[in-house]
C-alpha cells in the first residue's frame, strides 16, 4: 500500500512557477514509477509527466516540454514536479500518481492516486 500527499499547489500569476511535491508512504517508494497527471474543470484528467523507479528516464506530454519537469527523491520518498512559464490554461487539479509499470504514461496503469492539489493560474 503506498499513500500520496501533494503539496505546492496555489495560485499564481501567468508566466510565474510552482513547484509540487509529492510525499509518499511506505518503504517500496524506489520501486514504484511516479507520475504527475491534471485535470481541468469539465475535461478529462490528463497525463502530464512520468519519471522511472530511479528517475534514470523521464517523460512529458509533448505540450509541456520545456515548462514542466519531474524529478524524484529516493531518499525522501518525494516526487517533484517543477512548472514554469504557466498559463492559464494549465489551471488544474494536479495529481500524484504510482504505479509498478516501468513508466507511467496512462492513467489506466496507475496503482495509487494522491489527493490532489489545486493550481490556479491567472492572466
Known amino acids: 500500500q503506498v499513500q500520496l500527499i501533494e503539496s505546492g499547489g496555489g495560485l499564481v500569476q501567468a508566466g510565474g512557477s510552482l513547484r509540487l511535491s509529492c510525499a509518499a508512504s511506505?518503504?517500496?517508494?524506489?520501486?514504484?514509477?511516479m507520475g504527475w497527471f491534471r485535470q481541468a474543470p469539465g475535461k478529462e484528467r490528463e497525463f502530464v509527466a512520468a519519471?522511472?523507479?530511479?528517475?534514470?528516464?523521464?517523460r512529458s506530454a509533448d505540450s509541456l516540454k520545456g515548462r514542466f519537469t519531474i524529478s524524484r527523491d529516493n531518499a525522501k520518498n518525494t516526487v517533484f514536479l517543477q512548472m514554469n512559464s504557466l498559463r492559464p490554461e494549465d489551471t488544474a487539479v494536479y495529481y500524484c500518481?504510482?504505479?509498478?509499470?516501468?513508466?507511467?504514461?496512462?492513467?489506466?496503469?496507475?496503482?495509487?492516486w494522491g489527493q490532489g492539489t489545486q493550481v490556479t493560474v491567472s492572466s
Open positions: 519519471i522511472s523507479w530511479s528517475g534514470g528516464s523521464t
Open positions: 511506505g518503504r517500496t517508494f524506489s520501486t514504484y514509477a
Open positions: 500518481a504510482a504505479s509498478l509499470r516501468t513508466l507511467l504514461l496512462r492513467k489506466n496503469d496507475v496503482d495509487y
